[in-house]
């Protein structure tokens, strides 16, 4: 089974469950056991961080609830008040949910999670530069990078390089992304025009791009064979976007009431990934896929108005 097909087998698992209240849809909880993951490796942002960034930040919100109430009641340092995209993703591979990579006391025998709130694709000091200023974290994508090679690097210390290779690359799935959209939060927020943040997007990228090189190349035997590249979900469908940007020029909407100029941007940011994802030269080894979260957002909206849930 291709990423890509294991992506999609995920989103629509997700879609049927938006319609599973008023139909007789099935589905399979455990439909990716058929890939044989034995580890997940992930990368990113709030949208999979389960822990990393509140050992960091203690006082953060996402400590305590009403962050994680869903969740045996007990915070997690989710950004969500139950399981995120890459718990599902576990569960449906058969595999114990993600420990945060900061946590003491986490079993790491089937993957890790790297992924910090917070976080940006490029480095801090590169959007400082820019006069943009990440005022969460420090962390970006390539400390999550040299976290995740320090980790592979102790795994396999001890291993033939084939025992090694099966470990990191045959059974594995690395996931890198959801991340660049704290790039644009923070520019957008600290008042730069869309043309300025647009202008930003090639950058963003190309941060992506030299992540996934890594992730593919380095050392040889650590080289992962299978990657997802999730997309940017649309960021102008977003409540705080909507509140902050929200104009009386009914021309900035589109029919579902999200502001056209931001998905603009995140479809920008889309297309190049995707271009990032499809390239070969230097990446034609490894199997990834590009999973377009836009698109897929999209379909849930009009999953929800089939089933009457209004879009506010």
Same mark, same amino acid.
């Given at each position: 089974?291709?990423?890509?097909?294991? #992506?999609?087998?995920?989103?629509?698992?997700? !879609?049927?469950?938006?319609?599973?209240?008023?139909?007789?849809?099935?589905?399979?909880?455990?439909?990716?056991?058929?890939?044989?993951?034995?580890?997940?490796?992930?990368?990113?942002?709030?949208?999979?961080?389960?822990?990393? $960034? /509140?050992?960091?930040?203690?006082?953060?919100?996402?400590?305590?609830?009403?962050?994680?109430?869903?969740?045996?009641?007990?915070?997690?340092?989710?950004?969500?008040?139950?399981?995120?995209?890459?718990?599902?993703?576990?569960?449906?591979?058969?595999?114990?949910?993600?420990?945060?990579?900061?946590?003491?006391?986490?079993? #790491?025998?089937?993957?890790?999670?790297?992924?910090?709130?917070?976080?940006?694709?490029?480095?801090?000091?590169?959007?400082?530069?820019?006069?943009?200023?990440?005022?969460?974290?420090?962390?970006?994508?390539?400390?999550?990078?040299?976290?995740?090679?320090?980790?592979? #690097?102790?795994? +396999?210390?001890?291993?033939?390089?084939?025992?090694?290779?099966?470990?990191?690359?045959?059974?594995?799935? #690395?996931?890198?992304?959801?991340?660049?959209?704290?790039?644009?939060?923070?520019?957008?927020?600290?008042?730069?025009?869309?043309?300025?943040?647009?202008?930003?997007?090639?950058?963003?990228?190309?941060?992506?791009?030299?992540?996934?090189?890594?992730?593919?190349?380095?050392?040889?035997?650590?080289?992962?064979?299978?990657? /997802?590249?999730?997309?940017?979900?649309?960021?102008? +469908?977003?409540?705080?976007?909507?509140?902050?940007?929200?104009?009386?020029?009914?021309?900035?909407?589109?029919?579902?009431?999200?502001?056209?100029?931001?998905?603009?941007?995140?479809?920008?940011?889309?297309?190049?990934?995707?271009?990032?994802?499809?390239?070969?030269?230097?990446?034609?080894?490894?199997?990834?896929?590009?999973?377009? !979260?836009?698109?897929?957002? $999209?379909?849930?909206?009009?999953?929800?108005?089939?089933?009457?849930?209004?879009?506010?």
């Amino acid at each position: 089974m291709t990423t890509k097909s294991i #992506f999609y087998v995920f989103l629509l698992i997700s !879609l049927s469950l938006l319609v599973i209240v008023s139909s007789s849809v099935t589905v399979n909880p455990q439909i990716l056991t058929t890939c044989q993951f034995d580890t997940i490796y992930q990368l990113g942002d709030s949208t999979s961080d389960t822990g990393n $960034f /509140i050992r960091d930040s203690p006082l953060s919100p996402f400590a305590r609830l009403p962050y994680g109430q869903d969740f045996s009641l007990n915070s997690t340092g989710r950004s969500s008040n139950g399981l995120l995209i890459i718990d599902y993703l576990a569960m449906s591979s058969g595999l114990p949910l993600l420990d945060a990579y900061s946590n003491p006391n986490g079993t #790491f025998d089937h993957g890790l999670n790297f992924a910090v709130a917070g976080s940006t694709a490029m480095l801090v000091t590169d959007l400082a530069a820019q006069n943009i200023s990440n005022p969460a974290t420090n962390n970006s994508l390539m400390t999550q990078i040299d976290e995740l090679f320090l980790h592979l #690097f102790y795994l +396999c210390e001890n291993q033939t390089d084939t025992e090694c290779a099966q470990k990191t690359s045959k059974s594995a799935l #690395f996931i890198v992304g959801d991340i660049g959209a704290n790039d644009y939060n923070y520019a957008l927020f600290q008042g730069k025009t869309i043309e300025q943040v647009k202008a930003l997007v090639p950058q963003v990228v190309a941060a992506i791009k030299m992540a996934l090189s890594e992730v593919t190349w380095y050392g040889g035997v650590y080289g992962a064979s299978r990657i /997802i590249v999730p997309g940017s979900f649309p960021i102008g +469908c977003l409540p705080n976007y909507l509140t902050r940007f929200q104009t009386n020029d009914s021309s900035a909407y589109d029919e579902f009431h999200c502001l056209k100029d931001l998905n603009n941007l995140a479809s920008y940011h889309n297309e190049l990934l995707q271009l990032v994802a499809e390239s070969e030269g230097t990446m034609i080894l490894a199997l990834k896929d590009y999973a377009d !979260l836009l698109e897929f957002q $999209f379909a849930q909206i009009r999953m929800n108005e089939l089933v009457g849930m209004e879009f506010i």
